[in-house]
């Protein structure tokens, strides 16, 4: 997987969502068997249930990480009055499967907040699929090193205007190490005839 951040420029997530940082993990988040690619577009139909990620750490730590993803430009990407909302939030997310497994690990999300972080992730704010209401919006994905396992934080009270930034501040998340966006939009409804 290609480590470039200029898709995310160009697409202002970084700007919008996040600042300039150096990818240092391989990310691959997939929806049945459809990949999400910076500025591809996906259906929010296919979107429904929540994504398989893959992460590859090459560093040989075991680290875990958090990942976050919002929509910034809801409700609408001309006046997105409640950027970001807060699409989901997994934490203690392993970087490395053990054994004789591959680098890569795709895992299952525990919904107990108390779960212990082994090979699965803990799913912090359950998962909301893209269903933008008008125009064109941005979901991204974003992945954070966490500083300890496992990681203890709170939910956030509401999903409008939750800050990507602020978030990785206040619990000490840096700069992210992997970040990816797709593009969707409001499908067309069935008609009767």
């Known amino acids: ?7 995310l420029v160009v697409g202002k997530v970084i700007g919008d969502v996040i600042d300039t940082f150096v990818p240092s993990v391989d990310m691959a988040i997939h929806y049945s068997t459809r990949q999400v690619t910076n500025g591809c577009q996906m259906k929010p139909s296919a979107t ?23 929509d910034p430009d809801a409700p609408s990407p001309s006046e997105p009055t409640l950027r970001e909302w807060l699409h989901w939030i ?8 053990r054994g004789s497994e591959s680098a890569s690990t795709g895992f299952s999300w525990i919904k107990e907040q108390v779960a212990p972080a082994s090979s699965s992730g803990r799913e ?24 300890s396992t496992p990681f203890l934080i709170s939910p956030p009270a509401v999903r409008n205007n939750f800050s990507t930034r602020n978030f990785a501040a206040h619990y000490g998340l840096g700069l992210p190490v992997a970040a990816t966006y797709c593009n969707a939009q409001k499908e067309p409804g069935s008609r009767r005839r």
């Open 1 to 7: 997987m290609a480590r470039s951040i200029d898709p």
């Open 48 to 70: 429904a249930q929540a994504p398989e990620i893959q992460l590859s750490d090459s560093s040989g730590e075991n680290n875990y990480y958090t990942l976050v993803m919002t």
């Open 90 to 97: 997994v934490t203690d997310i392993p970087g490395n499967s």
């Open 124 to 147: 912090l704010v359950p998962y909301m699929g893209p269903r933008p209401p008008i125009g064109i919006h941005r979901y991204i994905f974003v992945l954070f090193k966490q500083p």
